[in-house]
């Protein structure tokens, strides 16, 4: 586990704003309130004003972070991760390719932390084949663990059944940040490799990821605060 495990349960939920305007995101983030102090924001909102969105979820306290899987040429990725430092977002996303990586981490400043995409949740074995890959999920996450871990990258986000194994190849120093997480019982959507909030954690995820568990709950506030609780609870068990 690394330092961010003695962050409050609250400030390791990020909460993904999955929403195709600014209007509606910031509808959420009211209703939210002071229950969530975290916010992902991806290519949907991204595209609909989300990124001058950023500067407004800082500015209020907050804590933003774009995920926009970089993948590009070096000066490019470069380039993109300055613009994306001086937004105040304290994370930033790059998909785990050497190159990639290595760029991202020399521009990196003002405090954002790189993560590096092994492989999307919405993958597995059966994608990789058809994609060219001639290596499992597994295989493929531990490579590209090892090569964020030898170029410094900050953290990496990953399932949560690739936790403790990534900890182990990475060890205390980076940061696991862990989407796909639906609460026993609720709809797995398109992700194939999922965990709940407690088995997440207890395996030693810094930090989790929930979209619609939350912001399509009827009551996205006491879907948020309960989702904290078990984080508190599952975080509290691992501490021991």
């Known amino acids: 586990m690394?330092?961010?495990?003695?962050?409050p349960p609250r400030e390791r939920l990020i909460v993904a704003l999955d929403f195709?305007?600014?209007?509606?995101?910031?509808?959420?983030?009211?209703?939210?309130?002071?229950?969530?102090?975290?916010?992902?924001?991806?290519?949907?909102?991204?595209?609909?004003?989300?990124?001058?969105?950023?500067?407004?979820?800082?500015?209020?306290?907050?804590?933003?972070?774009?995920?926009?899987k970089i993948h590009d040429i070096g000066n490019t990725v470069a380039q993109g991760v300055k613009s994306v430092a001086r937004l105040g977002a304290k994370f930033?996303?790059?998909?785990?390719y050497p190159?990639?990586?290595?760029?991202?981490?020399d521009a990196r400043e003002h405090g954002l932390c790189i993560l590096a995409?092994?492989?999307?949740?919405?993958?597995?074995?059966?994608?990789?084949?058809?994609?060219?890959?001639?290596?499992?999920?597994?295989?493929l996450v531990a490579r590209r663990a090892m090569q964020a871990r030898d170029i410094g990258v900050d953290g990496l986000v990953c399932s949560g059944e690739?936790?403790?194994?990534?900890?182990?190849?990475?060890?205390?120093?980076?940061?696991?940040?862990?989407?796909?997480?639906?609460?026993a019982g609720s709809d797995r959507g398109e992700q194939k490799r999922i965990a709940t909030p407690d088995a997440?954690?207890?395996?030693?995820?810094?930090?989790?990821?929930?979209?619609?568990?939350?912001i399509a709950a009827a009551d996205p506030k006491a879907a948020a605060q309960a989702i904290v609780a078990e984080i508190a609870v599952a975080a509290a068990r691992h501490s021991t």
């Not at 995101?25 to 975290?38: H, I, N, Y």
């Not at 997440?200 to 939350?214: C, E, K, N, S, W």
């Open 200 to 214: 997440a954690i207890t395996a030693g995820a810094d930090y989790l990821v929930v979209g619609r568990p939350i």
């Open 117 to 139: 995409v092994t492989v999307l949740t919405s993958h597995d074995d059966s994608d990789l084949a058809t994609a060219g890959y001639d290596m499992t999920v597994a295989e």
């Open 99 to 105: 190159q990639t990586m290595q760029a991202a981490v």
């Open 2 to 7: 690394t330092e961010d495990n003695d962050m």
């Open 20 to 68: 195709s305007s600014v209007d509606e995101a910031q509808a959420m983030v009211t209703r939210l309130g002071d229950a969530v102090s975290f916010y992902k924001i991806g290519y949907q909102l991204a595209f609909a004003g989300g990124i001058t969105f950023a500067h407004t979820l800082t500015d209020a306290g907050k804590q933003v972070f774009i995920d926009l």
């Open 162 to 183: 690739e936790v403790a194994k990534l900890r182990s190849i990475v060890g205390p120093k980076l940061k696991l940040v862990t989407p796909g997480i639906r609460p």
């Open 92 to 96: 930033l996303t790059v998909h785990a």
